[in-house]
């Protein structure tokens, strides 16, 4: 068998003394440290989610759930939202609580707290200490782990399910126990209705369960519950297909603002386009893509790409790396981004850097943890240094082009600056035309978090009351952009035959917001916009007014 040559990181005396006694009381008080370690971690994750206004895919999801009954929400859900319905129903009950920001985010914060220490109790049980706390710090302290829970969004509480789902399985053949099976079957169909992703995830943890069962031979009557909770998922996934994924595409098929959005933006990249590069040259690229997403670094993404592919040989070639079987335990780690692969392939399911193969974080971290473990020698501190280390990194230095968000933009006191303007220097008398994006910004913050009752009287918009105003929404664009706002200007023309010289408000929130920096530059336009922020502006054009057709999109 090939011998790998041991290394190790050769720390000063005194810094290996105070390792050494770390280390030490890790694990001999390992509940004390997980609990002051998930403190940390929830704290972090309450200061990076407060101070910031929502989102549009936050607001979305507070839009939806912000109805006067459950099946209101539900339909709201299958309508609009590419997602299952469990958040938003969460979100239903949890907003008498309180609708603030914070309030808002706080069920995704505990969701991806929850996480950590589940995908943490599952780890202890496939790799040795070292690699085990290693990873839970990483977990806990990453870029992509901190903003995936701290948005009103569906990851944070699918992650939580999921990796439930995985620590029950585990635990369950171990005890080889039908309670333990059942509560794995259970976390499974609440992670399928958290995130449409969890038809990957599960279909991992089905041949994974397979295998161990093969080998380990558990009681037919754990193998029947197991096999109870599959079919229980299957049919629950077939129903989400029918009910909503179908009902989805049928109903993006042939929007301009599904294919602006989808096709034509930052997802196409995702998906293997025969022709563009080989399948083996997109596997890699994309696999990279994750890890520079996971660590929001480009530099860091790539040497933790090359330290997952080294433990992922480690537990291969050497035993002492894993509690399982290494090759077993490697196979676990590799496979979920096989299936994510192959899908991508397929044109199933996007790949790489993105938050829609957040599934994939667990595995990733699990696999980088192990070299980190075996550079130290299976020093449990001197491991949790070098990960939060690289975590830091990631956090201190992250690169513009990875960052959701330019610094500072979606500061609160913008947004509330924006409200001022538009209640104390826009008439009421004077209309607001919107693009589908800003209005679910505006219907939680200039609608007082009220659900806003739309008026479909125009093909082209949609319209309702709010804040003493009348907002106008173009349906066929979910953002304005700068070659397609005049088709918009001459069919708001058309349809509601304002005054000629009377004034109309353009507002835009949210990204991609360029339209009025556009037309400021053109000095025809004379348009003069108001910016709080890079993300939030607001400019007023007269009816009758020329748009001169750039030919941009």
Partial sequence: M????????????????????????????????TCTLLAAGLL?????????????????????????????????????????????FLLHAWRHLGDSELMLRLPSILAGTAFCWFTFKWLSLLLEES????????????????????????????????????????????????????????????????????????????VYAIWRM???????????????GQISALGLCYFFYVSQFQVLQQAYKGSTAAKGWMADSYLAKYYFSPGSMNPLAFIVARTGSFFQ??????????????????????????????????????????????????????H???????????????????GIAVPMGWLCRGDIACAMMVAAGV?????????????????????IANMKAAISFMQDKIPGNEPVLVDPQTSTLLGYYLCDRRPVV???????????????????????????????????????????KFPVGSRVWVSQMGWNTQLAAALANIPAMNVSPFFFGSEIQIFDLTAGQNIPDLGLR
């Fill in 348 to 366: 199933a399911y996007p790949y790489g850097g993105i938050r829609q193969c957040a599934f994939l974080l667990p595995f990733a971290l699990a």
């Fill in 391 to 411: 975590a830091l990194c990631g956090d201190l230095l992250p690169a513009k082009q990875l960052l959701p968000d330019p610094p500072g933009s979606t500061a």
């Fill in 214 to 228: 093969v080998k380990s031979r558990p009681p037919l009557r754990v193998v029947a519950a197991w096999e109870l």
């Fill in 293 to 346: 997403f996971a660590f929001g670094n480009l530099a860091l993404g790539d040497l933790t790409f090359l330290a997952f592919l080294a433990g992922i040989v480690l537990l291969s070639i050497r035993q002492r790396f894993a509690r399982l079987p290494g090759s077993q335990v490697a196979f676990l780690l590799i496979f979920p981004f096989a299936v994510n692969g192959t899908a991508a392939l397929l």
């Fill in 131 to 206: 690699a085990t706390w290693s990873a839970f710090v990483l977990l806990l302290f990453s870029s992509a782990s901190l903003e995936l829970s701290i948005e009103v969004r569906h990851y944070a509480v699918f992650l939580a399910f999921a990796m439930a789902s995985a620590y029950l399985l585990e635990r369950a053949l171990e005890r080889r126990s039908v309670t333990l099976m059942l509560g794995y079957g259970m976390c499974l169909w609440l992670a399928i209705c958290s995130h449409f992703s969890a038809f990957l995830f599960a279909a991992v943890l089905g």
């Fill in 44 to 88: 972090m994750r309450i200061w990076r989610a407060s101070g910031t206004f929502l989102n549009s895919d936050e607001a979305i999801q507070f839009a939806i759930a912000n109805k006067v009954s459950w099946w209101e929400t539900y339909r709201a859900n299958l309508s609009i939202n590419a997602h299952p319905p469990l958040l938003v």
């Fill in 2 to 33: 090939p011998q790998v040559q041991e290394t190790a990181i050769a720390p000063p005396r005194g810094l290996r003394a105070a390792l050494a006694s770390v280390g030490g009381s890790v694990h001999e008080h390992p509940t004390i440290w």
């Fill in 454 to 496: 739309l008026s479909y009287a125009s093909p082209d918009f949609s319209s309702y009351e709010c804040g003493g105003h009348k907002v106008i929404v173009a349906r066929h664009e979910y953002v304005f952009t700068v070659g397609g706002f005049n088709e918009h200007w001459q069919a708001l023309a058309r349809e509601y």
